[in-house]
């Protein structure tokens, strides 16, 4: 019982909800991020390192599952007027700035848009998850900062 309220358990507690935050799945990481910083501020470098990664490979399993989709799905699929009209806004601005664009994965309602436009577009996997942990390790500094941490 004592493993579940150590640093290491925090570690891995803070992985799996930066992973899952990432996909499509509802969630958030920020506050598990801050309470392990409270809680154990020695461990601030590696919770930082483990939440973008976490993040960021969850980011690419959205980028995944867009590369799946046919490229007639999206083509015929979604309307520039319809009530879906911000996933055609996300796909824009993916195919006007590529995989920068992703720098703005870690944010809220459009970042899942971001990853699965860049999928499907099938930017090339590796600039993606590269901006896309930019944007991710930034916003976990921010975080980190907010609780004192620098």
């Known amino acids: ?18 992973f899952l935050a990432a996909t499509l ?3 958030g990481s920020e506050a598990v991020l801050a309470a392990l910083l409270l809680a154990h501020p020695e461990q601030a470098p590696a919770a ?6 976490g993040n960021t490979a969850g980011g690419m399993v959205t980028y995944g599952m867009g590369r799946l989709l046919p490229q007639r ?5 979604i309307q520039p007027d319809s009530a879906d009209g911000t996933a055609m806004t996300q796909l824009a601005a993916v195919r006007k700035h590529g995989a920068p664009a992703l720098l703005l994965a ?3 309602f459009v970042g899942d848009a971001l990853c699965v436009a860049a999928g499907w577009l099938r930017l090339p996997w590796l600039a993606c998850a590269l901006w896309m942990a930019l944007g991710k ?3 976990y500094l921010v975080v980190a900062a907010g609780v004192g941490m620098f």
Do not use: C, I
């Open 1 to 18: 019982m004592d493993f579940l309220f150590t640093a290491q358990a925090g570690l891995a507690g803070l992985f799996l909800a930066s």
């Open 106 to 108: 870690w944010a809220p």
């Open 25 to 27: 799945l509802p969630g």
């Open 73 to 77: 799905v999206m083509q015929s699929g």
């Open 48 to 53: 930082l390192l483990l939440a973008t990664v």
């Open 137 to 139: 390790g930034g916003r």
